[in-house]
Nanobody, 119 residues
Framework: QVQLVESGGGLVQAGGSLRLSCAAS????????MGWYRQAPGKQREVVAVITSGGSTNYADSVKGRFTISRDNTKNTVDLQMNNLRPEDTAVYYCHCVALRRSTWSDYWGQGTQVTVSS
């Protein structure tokens, strides 16, 4: 199995910053894309930012210029630096990766961490 453990969520005022971290562990022989998704109450889960093993990144339009994703391939970690947070960023944030285990590429998810931005 592959486990993803997130940390760093919390409550912050609008305009503030938070940094989310996620560590992957388990029996994956390789990890391809890693990323962050979020789900607000009553809404579908949406992609926030994704980074490939080669370092290529993609961001949702709503977070471009405010959020930065980074990863450490040697430690199998992915971070999300969130600046200038807005109330609409309030959601549960989930870490995600695509990992190779027993010759099969599969999706894995963390348990989620709450981010609340007050106005």
């Amino acid at each position: 199995q592959v486990q993803l453990v997130e940390s760093g969520g919390g409550l912050v005022q609008a305009g503030g910053s938070l940094r989310l971290s996620c560590a992957a562990s388990g029996s994956a022989s390789s990890i391809n894309a890693m990323g962050w998704y979020r789900q607000a109450p009553g809404k579908q889960r949406e992609v926030v930012a994704v980074i490939t093993s080669g370092g290529s990144t993609n961001y949702a339009d709503s977070v471009k210029g405010r959020f930065t994703i980074s990863r450490d391939n040697t430690k199998n970690t992915v971070d999300l630096q969130m600046n200038n947070l807005r109330p609409e960023d309030t959601a549960v944030y989930y870490c995600h990766c695509v990992a190779l285990r027993r010759s099969t590429w599969s999706d894995y998810w963390g348990q989620g961490t709450q981010v609340t931005v007050s106005s």
